[in-house]
């Protein structure tokens, strides 16, 4: 049986994709699934190679966009929240100067996920250095930077109602 609480991560997609997700769930069947599109856990996991692969995809794909000054994994990003990354936007004065940051932050969780679901959220949250709402917009930059973006993004909720479910998967 599906737990209704795991389902949770799918809530905005049909109810179609949902009933299949639930059969799954209940049949132990999602994880052989993920694992067959996804074998590997990627190996970023330095602070320093994290931002080093952040700055890659942002220097191919946004290069006019302002500068990224921290990356990082974070435990306290709760993906009970709808938040598998945050960026945000740190501004300070110092003296008579504004200093500006922007960061992203990535769910702990992700540490040893594979790669695409790495770069998926990346690529999310590079887009808001350019548009801050979700709209239109802002999800053509996501596809522009990562073709398989909306695929991705509901492997990664996938593999959260597995992970509810059944634990780790990698």
Wanted: with cysteine; charged share 25%; net charge positive.
């Amino acid at each position: 049986m599906t737990s209704k609480n795991a389902l949770r991560y799918l809530s905005a997609y049909p109810a179609s994709v949902q009933q299949q997700a639930s059969e799954l769930l209940a049949d132990n069947k999602l994880g052989a699934i993920l694992k067959g599109r996804h074998p590997l856990a990627h190996t970023l996991s330095a602070a320093n190679v994290l931002y080093n692969y952040a700055q890659d995809i942002k220097n191919e794909y946004m290069r006019s966009s302002p500068p990224i000054s921290k990356v990082i994994y974070d435990d306290k990003i709760h993906v009970v929240d709808n938040a598998l990354g945050l960026h945000t936007f740190v501004s300070r004065k110092q003296g008579n100067k504004l200093k500006a940051k922007n960061e992203i932050r990535i769910s702990t969780l992700f540490r040893n996920t594979p790669e695409a679901f790495l770069r998926m959220i990346i690529v999310h949250e590079l887009a808001h250095l350019k548009e801050k709402d979700h709209n239109k917009a802002f999800y053509k930059l996501c596809q522009h930077m990562e073709p398989d973006y909306f695929q991705l993004e509901l492997d990664v909720r996938l593999y959260l109602c597995h992970k509810e479910q059944y634990g780790d998967l990698w």
